[in-house]
């Protein structure tokens, strides 16, 4: 799954996921730990909380499948700055829909060699 994860961005690592019926839901997390303040430019690697983020959704078939980042609001120590925390950027690369469309080819064959996605009670390819 770390894998194919990464087919959408190599910043991205795979978390854990969830399988209810016909919905897949992949969590996801940034493989830094810190950021930069877009307010002040200040670095931070102090986490002040998470909160999750939809960064993609499609269907495969007819499972749903939605990738969710975990996203990290930091701290900004920067006296000068007029912000306490700002969330950490995640930006799609320019070559999303072609990532997109080639994460969906793996994760078909994934599903199809997995035994744990295999079960998905509508899954069909
Ligand atoms: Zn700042």
Redesign the pocket.
């Known amino acids: 799954m770390d894998e194919i994860i990464r087919i959408l961005d190599e910043n991205l690592i795979y978390y854990r996921h969830e399988k209810l019926c016909d919905e897949i839901n992949i969590y996801v997390c940034n493989k830094e730990s810190s950021g930069i303040?877009?307010?002040?430019?200040?670095k931070s690697e102090k986490t002040h909380s998470t909160y999750n983020k939809k960064y993609l959704s499609l269907n495969i078939g007819k499972v749903k499948i939605r990738v969710i980042l975990i996203n990290r609001k930091l701290f900004?120590f920067?006296e000068r700055?007029n912000?306490l925390t700002?969330a950490q950027n995640v930006d799609k690369k320019h070559d999303f829909i072609i990532r997109t469309e080639k994460f969906a080819e793996e994760f078909k064959k994934l599903c199809r060699n997995n035994i744990l996605l295999q079960d998905c009670c509508s899954y069909r390819t």
């Open positions: 303040c877009p307010y002040c430019g200040t900004c920067n700055c912000h700002f």
